[in-house]
């Protein structure tokens, strides 16, 4: 019987090539026997790897859901012939490339299963009764497209016996990202007097789902000057005999194997020798401010000197409070500051103004920023409007509000006036500056969606407009891009403009705290053109949510 099983081996290579079955006994031995080069007899094309006889089966198993492969890793598979109608029963199989070539090796092979060759490496089996063939088959080391698994069964006797061919294509399983991190500096460059100090933040942006602890150390930091974390700042505090020059320190965040960089710029300058004296009035800054209210309105810095006429120059040691101008050719002069609260817990901040002379002396003007929970008692919906915000409504370079005749309903009974909420920041605009919308009403709520139409006509880009969202836990969390979440529901926008969904209720998107404020925001733009966005249509939770007043000031 064993000798009859042989031949039956024996007849399948010897008209293998002439059924054009692209099994190891058809391919690569005998193609160059078929009337079309090796390559081009792909049977996946032409429907010649079909079975030949009845009524059973011949399977590979073991494959992992969804039919792939990762590059390196041993798969454990069977093959069974599946036919009732006789005792003896055998394979052969091979796995190969697109080009034909073998593809991986197999391995370990079980009871009645032996290694082979036929042109390329082969699998083969013989064996009375119904037992599956094992055997174990690598992968490339690394992804070579698809794989594909050519199978040859035989079962009963020769010439009457059954002969069954399968293919079983695999292709290369994505790669899983890498929880990591980014780390930037804010402000990045940084002037300090002999004798003074200055802070820069330094954020930390997670990719992929990081969420470990962050060190930070600093190097090149130059004589005299020592550097300090407390948490996410950094303090660099300048003696008196500090190295005076410029300076850059690079500064590196380790988490466990992961470490990465950013640098500030520092420049000491040495103390002056004038008796000129600055004088802030008032000499500190209050704002208070409610989680879903009405942003603080600006406040103003009376700058003056106890001898004549002195110019001065100003700086900001925190992201949330902005100044301006942040020179002055002499005094008297002004400063106006404000904060934007955009993405902050409830808590109390402070921050310092730094106001230096010409002569070198510094004086400093302390501002405190107290972060209260909203009054919305869990988030009504039905409440909810757009309030126009921007962080600095004097300068002209940031510009939020509701425009007639703008807005993608031009028949709606709701809103008559076809409003559209026009975003503006000026190439002109500080880095830090920004323009946008505060949704009100909104303090307590579960978070499962956030919406938005914005015009066609402008291009949507890295500067387009985003949701910044804070959550009673502390976080902030950002949605926004050309491109709604995958999880999201399709859904038409208006002719000419472009509808995003951010599906917050699955996925790696999940909001899972309750929420403590909503806004819609534009900070960066280009510097040599701006950003600009026209919205309309803005959702929370599939509610629409109101327009506020036509135009907004911080200081209405």
């Not at 859904?491 to 951010?502: D, E, I, K, N, V």
């Amino acid at each position: 019987m064993l000798f009859l099983f042989t031949g039956i081996l024996i007849a399948l290579v010897l008209f293998g090539s002439q059924l054009q079955v692209r099994t190891a006994f058809a391919v690569p031995g005998d193609t160059g026997r078929n009337p079309v080069t090796l390559g081009a007899n792909t049977c996946i094309g032409s429907g010649c790897h079909v079975s030949t006889g009845s009524p059973g089966t011949a399977v590979v198993t073991g494959f992992p859901s969804g039919m792939t492969y990762t590059p390196g890793v041993t798969q454990h598979l069977s093959v069974m012939v599946n036919d009732t109608s006789g005792s003896k029963r055998g394979f052969e199989l091979t796995a190969r490339l697109a080009s034909a070539l073998q593809a991986g090796t197999f391995s370990a092979p079980g009871a009645s299963t032996n290694l082979g060759t036929n042109g390329v490496q082969v699998v083969q089996g013989l064996q009375t009764g119904t037992t599956a063939f094992t055997f174990d088959w690598t992968p490339p080391a690394t992804a070579a497209g698809t794989v594909t698994f050519y199978l040859t069964g035989w079962a009963g006797g020769f010439p009457s016996g059954n002969s069954y061919t399968a293919m079983f294509p695999l292709t290369a399983a994505a790669a899983s990202a890498t929880p990591d991190f980014t780390l930037s500096a804010s402000p990045t460059s940084l002037s300090v007097t002999q004798g003074l100090s200055g802070t820069s933040t330094i954020t930390v942006t997670p990719s992929n789902g990081f969420n470990g602890a962050v060190t930070f150390t600093a190097s090149g930091v130059p004589s005299g000057v020592t550097a300090s974390f407390a948490s996410s700042t950094l303090t660099l505090a300048a003696s008196s005999t500090a190295a005076t020059g410029t300076s850059t320190l690079t500064i590196t965040g380790t988490s466990g194997a992961l470490t990465h960089t950013t640098t500030v710029n520092l420049t000491v300058s040495a103390a002056g020798t004038s008796t000129s004296t600055l004088t802030a009035t008032p000499s500190s800054l209050r704002f208070n401010y409610q989680m879903g209210g009405r942003l603080p309105s600006s406040q103003t810095l009376a700058i003056t000197s106890t001898s004549g006429s002195t110019s001065y120059t100003a700086t900001e040691t925190d992201p949330w409070l902005s100044i301006n101008p942040t020179s002055g050719s002499g005094t008297p002069g002004s400063i106006r500051a404000s904060v934007n609260p955009a993405g902050m817990a409830v808590g109390s901040y402070g921050a310092q103004i730094n106001i230096t002379a010409q002569n070198g002396r510094t004086i400093t003007v302390t501002v405190a920023l107290i972060i209260t929970g909203g009054s919305g008692g869990g988030g009504t919906t039905g409440s909810m409007f757009a309030q126009p915000s921007m962080s600095d409504s004097q300068s002209g370079t940031v510009a939020a509000a509701w425009v007639d005749n703008l807005g993608a309903s031009p028949l709606s009974t709701t809103d008559p006036r076809n409003r559209g909420l026009v975003l503006a920041k000026d190439a002109t605009a500080p880095a830090n500056a920004w323009a946008g919308a505060v949704i009100q009403n909104v303090t307590g709520m579960s978070l499962t969606a956030l919406s938005f139409d914005f015009r066609a006509s402008i291009a949507c880009g890295a500067d387009s407009p985003h949701f910044l969202v804070v959550t009673m836990d502390g976080m902030t969390h950002t949605f926004g891009g050309c491109k709604s979440s995958p999880a999201a529901p399709t859904s038409s926008a208006p002719m000419g403009w472009t509808r995003l969904r951010f599906d917050l209720s699955q996925g790696p998107q999940a909001i899972t705290s309750p929420v403590q404020s909503i806004s819609l925001v534009l900070n960066t733009g280009s510097t040599s053109t701006g950003s600009i966005a026209v919205i309309d249509n803005i959702e929370v939770n599939g509610v629409p949510v109101g327009k506020g007043a036509t135009s907004r000031s911080r200081d209405d």
